[in-house]
């Protein structure tokens, strides 16, 4: 291989060294600064393929690791409602659009985990009275976080 041709291969190698070195000075000057808290893109997708595959999201990292958990209960007495059914909307932090839903247990509860930072809405239905009750909540979910909404229904 001619000189000139191995001389400018150094040279780019070397400018390509230095800039991703002053990137990564400039990155570090800011500890903690807003600009350093970008989201990265694996755990969204992560969380489509574990979708995909019917896996549900079970995110290891700090991305996926909201979670809403949602408590029914009668207004008279405070009880419990055992088979409900809670729905939860939104679009999370990856721009996906998000439909689960999940009947209560024995304690009237349950929790909808993994997910990513967002906006949700919850729809609590009572199916064991004369008539079903429907109850709404929007929640934001900024951060991974751990979120707990009680519905009273009549």
């Known amino acids: 291989m001619p000189r000139f041709v191995i001389s400018q291969c150094l040279a780019i190698g070397l400018a390509t060294t230095a800039l991703m070195g002053a990137?990564?000075?400039?990155?570090?000057?800011?500890?903690?600064?807003?600009?350093?808290?970008?989201?990265?893109?694996?755990?969204?997708?992560?969380?489509?393929?574990?979708?995909?595959?019917?896996?549900?999201?079970?995110?290891?990292?700090?991305?996926?690791?909201?979670?809403?958990?949602?408590?029914l209960v009668t207004a008279r007495n405070r009880a419990p409602v055992a088979g409900g059914e809670i729905v939860l909307t939104g679009i999370d932090a990856c721009g996906d659009t998000i439909h689960r839903h999940m009947f209560t247990g024995a304690k009237g509860q349950v929790s909808f985990r993994g997910l990513q930072p967002g906006r949700y809405q919850l729809i609590a239905y009572r199916y064991d009275s004369a008539t079903r009750?429907?109850?709404?909540?929007?929640?934001?979910?900024?951060?991974?976080?751990?979120?707990?909404?009680?519905?009273?229904?009549?």
């Open 23 to 71: 990137a990564v000075g400039v990155a570090g000057a800011h500890p903690g600064g807003d600009d350093t808290v970008a989201q990265d893109a694996a755990p969204c997708e992560q969380a489509r393929q574990a979708r995909q595959n019917g896996q549900g999201v079970r995110g290891t990292g700090p991305a996926a690791a909201g979670q809403i958990d949602a408590i």
């Open 133 to 154: 009750s429907v109850i709404k909540a929007d929640v934001d979910l900024p951060t991974p976080s751990l979120k707990t909404i009680q519905f009273t229904a009549d």
